[in-house]
């Protein structure tokens, strides 16, 4: 592949089979008809202490069948796209939906609801063409330049560098969704990572280990330099832990990892959830269950963003929308059989670009840990879970004792406990710092009377 | 199951030539030692749910993954398709590292060898194959467990039972001319319901998953667990969270192996100690928990979800003591950890598919019974808790921090369990808590659930503990 241009990774001819697939299931009797057909190519340089310890190359092709046969359903799948192959494939899939038992709400989307600009996949400007014209050499280059190792004994100030693994990959990603109603549905991104985890070795023999990140679709927004020494940082930040006792804290939590305090939030609005009464927001829709100042919105047509996407799984239109408006929560997530199982119109199948909106007067972590003076800053999260039935958490926490707005010292081995209606209730501090390399943007979040176990 | 080799030449339209071949395209760089992986995995899907089956499939995986070593050094590449051209392009992409130098060899490179003997025995024969089963075969199974689980209990509101199986022809060849070949089997349900009670809501959930075939789809299995999922609602709706802090731990026999996967397992598993991360890294031959406790990870049990004939690199399976008699014996290997240790694999070698380079996993993770009784563990804690159904956990490797969730349990008090715990969550040190084991119970029991390990890949394994009691670990709470 070097130094060669890579003409788009979907082929003319791998796009016309999907087409004589979606035909071949219409004539052996499927009603309607679902096809994605997917490729990716990926490249990927692992580092350890200093040298290249692994290269990965990955190329896949899949194609998803979704096949409506007499008002029933079944979902089939193959990465073995020799036509022949798939006719039988097609034929036996379409005998086993028969054996099924039907179900009237799974249809099609309505075709109004349908995507319609997103031809040549590039609409949303997540495709870096640098990627074409990048070599074997280059991409060690990369992967190389972005080590901390080499400045070793320069870094190591009270504490002794274990070990520095990383990882660069690069990949292409390009799909294509048609259906039996005319849907053509391309979407066409590439991504840029880089990874690092990072173990030091205190006076006294502890090992400490934290992690850093980034992404971006775009090489040149990659920040490459800076992410082995910002978890060679994050370990050694962690030296000198001590224990605090339980009680009720003022909990800030950084937006690294914030997002575990949002996602189960936008679970239970989620159609299966709802559908199946497994949702400790069931029957919320139009309601005020959080404060005033909570603005939650998706954004999924930012262009050049990580994450955005033009049409959902089903090839629904996606839409810029409030989630969450002034504390009144505004949409469920629902898809076409969902919606039907509820007799209620459909909405998108789940949130793409979530943004939470500022609150207060806080841009960064720091102007956050000022304003609440006192109390536990989360720098990470280690296992829990969450019963999506009650809202009721409770996770293990990482990070450091805050007194008078600064780090007094790390604190590990801890719990935060609660539910999460009267955790957003008490949320007093959103940020503007919400890390671009994710797909939800979420601050740092300051949140008051949580219950910590120590 | 172990088949015949020509219906795998069959399959992956290969021979002995093309397979020498192969593995000198991946050696044109000057690696040290090459191996490929075949697989053919044919997954099915069926899903009952709002009181009917009408939701279901099935996928085909397959491909050839290529891995060239140069020493400890990785270069993988895979190809969906066993044609040569495609295969060769991606030999020679995983020839690429031997670009880089390196200093050692991995394990038997430099003695070729014609390879082990296929094991005698097979640990999962299959009486009823999958693949060509008609579907609607399937149907009652799923069907009766529903009815059921409503016949049990009235105030379940919404039921979903999930049947998935699988059945993956794997082909393994390396640069020592080893040639291995196995059919491995899984199947796996899962039954969860939604139950409510005066307008509150709760949920419960329980699974099933071996290496066998459809044979395994019994009305006694139904029955089983439709049983187990409309067990203890009431103490479910009754329950409370406790007040949180550091307290004694009764884990209860089976499912809390758990305990063991995420404190010990991991920090076990040889590339963690090989970089130097594992907080076990310079532990071997030391007394890390009292005497009289064995530690065991075993690729043997037969129909286990996590046993193997062979790992992925063609390493037989085997039964490994991790800790004997309260010291550490051994790490868990791959080819490459076990040159670096100077030590034989231990058939943890293992990978998601062949996307994937195997890495070292665990297979079923246990520890051995002990001589205490259970009643005597539980009556000995004056304030503590018992906790017996988990839904997930999570080690930090360098520190050994571990967690896992509980979805239920009891307080203990005065000795007695009282009032009925939920949806909390433990967290300990490693190190800590094997140092802090107070007592092991007779009655080790492996969890038959649908265990899966996410460490960079998800494959299958499974765990099991006898009733034990841990000094304190910290508990969350209100």
Known sequence: ?454 | MIGEKNYYFNLFQVDTQILDRLISEGLRSGGSYCDLYFENTTYGSLLLRDGAVTSGGSHIDFGVGIRVLSGEKTGYAYSESTSWADMAASARAAAQIASTPSEVSPYGTRNPSRGEPNPAADRYPIEQQWRGIPMKTFLPFLQQIEADVKKRESRARKVIVSLAFQVSDILMYNSQKELKWDTRPMGSISVSVVYEQNGQRENKATSRSFRMGAEMLTPALATELAAEVTSGIDERFAARRPKGGQMPVVMGAGASGILLHEAMGHAFEADFNRKGTSIFADKMGCQICPKGIQIIDDGTIPLNRGSLNFDDEGIPGQKTYMVEDGVLTSYLHDRISAAHYGVKPTGNGRRESFRYAPIPRMRATYMESGPARTEDLIASVDKGIYVDEFSNGQVQIGEGDFTFYVKSGFLIEGGRLTMPVKDINIIGNGPAALADMRGVAGDLQIDPGAWTCGKEQSVPVSCGIPTVLIGSLTVGGE
């Not at chain 1, 629902?334 to 909106?357: F, G, H, S, W």
Request: proline letters at 4%; one cysteine or more; glycine letters at 8%.
């Open chain 1, 1 to 454: 592949m070097e130094n060669k241009r890579l003409t788009e990774i979907l082929t003319a001819e791998e796009i016309s089979l999907a087409q004589h697939c979606l035909d071949f299931a219409r004539k052996e009797g499927a009603d309607g008809v679902r096809i994605t057909l997917s490729k990716s190519l990926m490249n990927l340089i692992g580092l350890l202490n200093g040298e290249v310890d692994k290269t990965a190359h990955a190329l896949d092709r899949s194609m998803q069948l979704q096949l409506f046969v007499d008002g029933i359903f079944g979902t089939f799948s193959s990465n073995s796209l020799e036509r022949e192959g798939l006719e039988a494939f097609i034929k036996e899939a379409i005998g086993t939906v028969r054996m099924l038992e039907a179900d009237s709400c799974r249809t099609l989307p309505a075709p109004e609801r349908l995507v319609k600009n997103a031809r040549d996949g590039k609409e949303l400007e997540l495709y870096d063409d640098t990627i074409e014209l990048l070599s074997a050499q280059k991409r060690r280059e990369l992967a190389l330049s972005s080590m901390a190792w080499p400045r070793k004994d320069a870094l190591e100030k009270g504490f002794r560098l274990i070990a520095e693994e990383g990882e660069y990959s690069d990949s292409v990603f390009d799909s294509l969704t048609l259906d039996s109603q005319g849907l053509y549905a391309r979407h066409t991104e590439t991504s840029f990572e880089i990874g690092y985890e990072t173990t030091v070795e205190d006076s006294a023999g502890n090992h400490l280990s934290s992690y850093w990140w980034d992404a971006s679709p775009l090489l040149k927004d990659l920040k490459l330099e800076s992410c082995a020494e910002t978890a060679l940082r994050r370990a050694a930040a962690q030296i000198g832990t001590q224990s605090v006792p339980g009680g009720k804290y003022t909990l800030v939590v950084d937006s690294e990892c914030a997002s575990k305090l949002l996602t189960p939030v936008l679970n239970a609005l989620g159609g299966f959830a709802l559908q199946q009464k497994n949702s400790f927001l069931l029957d919320s829709l139009g309601k005020k269950l959080f404060p005033e100042y909570l603005t939650i919105t998706d954004r999924p047509l930012t262009k050049g963003q990580t994450g955005c996407r033009l049409f959902d799984s089903e090839g629904v239109a996606t839409a810029d929308m409030p989630i969450i408006e002034n504390g009144v929560i505004k949409t469920y997530f629902l898809n076409t059989y969902i919606a039907n199982k509820m007799e209620v119109p459909p909405t998108i199948e789940d949130a793409t670009r979530v943004v939470v909106q500022p609150v207060g007067e806080c841009n960064t972590l720091e102007d956050v840990l000022a304003q609440i003076g006192d109390g536990i800053l989360v720098t990470g999260f280690n296992g829990g879970n969450s019963n999506p039935a009650t809202g009721n958490f409770s996770y293990g926490i990482e990070g450091f004792l805050i007194k008078n707005g600064r780090r007094e010292h790390p604190v590990r081995e801890m719990l935060i406990t609660g539910d999460f209606l009267t955790l957003w209730n008490n949320l007093r501090l959103a940020a503007r710092d919400a890390r671009p390399c994710m797909s939800k943007l979420i601050p740092t979040l300051a949140f008051d009377k949580v219950d910590v176990s120590a």
